[in-house]
């Protein structure tokens, strides 16, 4: 009987751990891990299988190229874009990829600038996007015709546009620190979009919204670039803090200044909006902005630092 017993205790041991086995072959399966990857020199790096990049320091000579359908994580990792000239190499995101980047840094390897185009998902947290972008046509990191993009708590800096969204929606910008770019964030021709909790420090222009819907900014911090809104319909500006700087609002119709402005601070005092309203102006401000108003008489307020220069951007 003990003999029998252990025999039956080793069939289903043995049955155990093979079940295992083929569970794992299968996870593994659909979900290639790569720590070190053997790519030839100039030859394009394309992710036709979901894959994993984690705890690595890469050196890429070619174009990143993500197929459609596919997932591509970049964990805890540094990946140098070693171009040889400024934008000779770019990272490719179809439509219906996904990349993730997880605490890590997309930087140039050779002081040369490379491109970003976007047009699938991307969720990108704890990490920096540096060196990307060549001029006005060649911004940089480019994300159009995305449904759901999430950045947090990224640091965006040193390139010519941190950030461009051109017809997109859904998408989440939050407690980011976008820092010495040309463009810190460029929107047009986009809606649903969440710019939240971020510092837009030392930029030529921090915030550029063109022909966008739905647009909520709130909680920012601006300083040196300011905020432009053009042709936009129906953002909320809410409880952002300007320093030496303010914002400045464009278009040929009345509907593209019908904003909800609240609790808006220049360098320390209230921005006051008024649409279609008469009253006095007085006291302590930092910025007044009227619009479709009349009869208002303004007297003893002193306003500093608050320019913006209004110059056409790309799109």
Known sequence: MLILRAQRTLVKGFLL?????????????????????????????????????????????????????????????????????????????????????????????????????????????????????????????????????????????????????????????????????????SIANSRGILISDNKFIANSYDLYAYNSTSLTISNNYFEGGGLYIDKNINNVIINNQFKNTSISISGDKLLYYKHEFKNNTVNGKPLLYLFNKNGTITGDIGMAVIVSSKNVLIHDVSVYNTIVWNRALFF
């Open 17 to 185: 751990i093979t079940l295992i086995m083929l569970f794992m072959t299968y996870i593994m399966g659909q979900v290639a891990i790569v720590r070190t990857h053997s790519q030839n020199n100039n030859e394009d790096w394309i992710i036709n299988e979901n894959t994993v990049i984690e705890n690595i320091r890469k050196h890429v000579s070619g174009n990143i190229i993500i197929k459609p359908n596919v997932t591509l994580v970049i964990a805890n990792s540094i990946i140098y874009m070693d171009s040889d000239y400024n934008g000779e190499l770019s990272i490719i995101v179809n439509k219906g990829a996904t990349l993730e980047i997880i605490n890590s840094t997309i930087r140039s390897g050779t002081n040369k600038t490379y491109l970003f185009e976007f047009h699938g998902t991307l969720i990108m947290r704890e990490s920096i996007l540096r060196d990307c972008g060549i001029q006005y046509d060649k911004p940089g990191l480019v994300i159009e015709g995305s449904d759901y993009t999430i950045l947090r708590n990224n640091l965006i800096t040193g390139n010519y546009a941190g950030i461009t969204i051109r017809r997109s929606k859904n998408i989440e910008i939050i407690n980011n620190k976008i820092y010495a770019n040309v463009y810190g964030l």
